[in-house]
Every structure is written in structure tokens, then in C-alpha cells.
């Protein structure tokens, strides 16, 4: 069964500082994977997706993230925050033709001036 | 013009009744989910549709019924409201099974 951990429940970052989400997932086969942004009373929003090919995928709002096979991992990265990226960041994971994408319990992000 | 919209956005109601969530994606797509988001911001799926045939039932309760009319539209009827169901709903539709969703802005369903 497939399945995603976000360890950090919430994270505080100040305003212009680098940021990195962790997301570890578990699949038999080569998954699909994928990071949600929630806004407060908002739908969840795809951020970026990787397929397969090129392991450093970006995304919109400059966001990137980094696909490490070994390890199991989908980290989600921004150099600089703004205050308009505190929300609700979600990793998934799912495979082509597969109905089920299975969500991770998310990570709060808080932006500080 | 929205992608995915469901009415209503709020639905407050009293223990026992029986109401229903709409949802309309105009993006052509083939399959439909309902989501459920609990108090704790965990995201579950609880049924998805292909092209108005039902592929997945993740265990949820008889309660809830899935009816797609078309492959544009997946309507949640809810049977016999429990406290327990207070959650946000979302519906979501992808262009190919397992890849990008889109989601509508939610339904955020409270029983008293």
C-alpha cells in the first residue's frame, strides 16, 4: 500500500529565508509524485509533479523540488519566502492509470516578517 | 469560469437529516473523486468515478452515496447525518487517473 509522511506538522520561517519541506514516501513501483498548496477556506492547488526524467522538478511560485529515489524522498524547496506562501503544503503520491493518490497529513507553513 | 465548483459552501444541519453536496468540472475530464478533510487537515479519498462508473469505495459508511449523472458531475448524498461527519469535503477531477487534480474550493459540512 502506498503511503506519505510529512514529519514537520508545522514550520516558522522569517520572510526571505530559505525553506525545505520534507516528504518521504512508500510505493512498490516508480510513483508519481506531487505537491499540493492549501490557502485558508481554498481547494488544494498543484504546485509541481514529478513523472519520471529530470529528479529536480519546478514548479510555480519558484517553487522546486528534488526526487531522491535512495532515499525515498520528494523535499520541497524555496529560496526566499514570502509572506503570501504561508498556507498548508500537502506531498502525494499516486502512479498513472491508479485512481487512489494518497496525501500526506501536510506541513503548516508560517511566514514572520 | 470556475474548473471545479461544488455547492453549497457551507452546509450547517442537525443530526439525522439528509442533505447533499453538487459538483460540476467543466475541464472535460473522465474521472471524479470525493475527498473528506478532517479537523486535522488529513486529506482521504473516499470514492472515485470514471466516466460515471464507480471504481473506488474506500470503506466509507453506506450513508454516503455517489451519483454521476455524467462524467461532468459527482454528487455526495449523505443519509442520517452523524457528528462525526462534520469535515470538509472536496470534489476533484483529473485527466488521467493518478495524475494532476483539480479540486474545488470545498464544502464545509457541520452537524449539531
Known amino acids: 500500500a502506498q503511503s506519505v509522511t510529512q514529519p514537520d506538522i508545522h514550520i516558522t520561517v522569517s520572510e526571505g529565508a530559505s525553506l525545505e519541506l520534507r516528504c518521504n514516501y512508500s510505493?512498490?513501483?516508480?510513483?508519481?509524485l506531487f505537491w499540493y498548496v492549501q490557502s485558508p477556506g481554498q481547494g488544494l492547488q498543484l504546485l509541481l509533479k514529478?513523472?519520471?526524467?529530470?529528479?529536480l522538478v519546478q514548479g510555480i511560485k519558484g517553487f522546486e523540488a528534488e526526487f531522491k529515489r535512495s532515499q525515498s524522498s520528494f523535499n520541497l524547496r524555496k529560496p526566499s519566502v514570502h509572506w503570501s506562501d504561508a498556507a498548508e503544503y500537502f506531498c502525494a503520491v499516486g502512479a498513472r492509470g491508479y485512481q487512489k493518490v494518497t496525501f500526506g497529513t501536510g506541513t503548516k507553513l508560517q511566514v514572520i516578517p | 469560469d470556475t474548473a471545479v465548483s461544488q455547492t453549497p459552501k457551507y452546509l450547517v444541519t442537525q443530526m439525522g437529516n439528509d442533505k447533499s453536496i453538487k459538483c460540476e468540472q467543466n475541464l472535460g475530464h473522465d474521472t471524479m473523486y470525493w475527498y473528506k478533510q478532517d479537523s486535522k487537515k488529513f486529506l482521504k479519498i473516499m470514492f472515485s468515478?470514471?466516466?460515471?462508473?464507480?471504481?473506488i469505495n474506500e470503506t466509507v459508511p453506506n450513508r454516503f452515496s455517489p451519483k454521476s449523472p455524467d462524467k461532468a458531475h459527482l454528487n455526495l448524498h449523505i443519509n442520517s447525518l452523524e457528528l462525526g461527519d462534520s469535515a470538509v469535503y472536496f470534489c476533484?477531477?483529473?485527466?488521467?487517473?493518478?495524475?494532476?487534480?483539480?479540486f474545488g474550493s470545498g464544502t464545509q459540512l457541520s452537524v449539531l
Open positions: 510505493y512498490g513501483a516508480t510513483p508519481y
Open positions: 476533484a477531477s483529473s485527466q488521467v487517473a493518478g495524475e494532476k487534480l483539480f
Open positions: 468515478y470514471n466516466n460515471k462508473e464507480l471504481i
Open positions: 514529478y513523472f519520471s526524467g529530470d529528479t
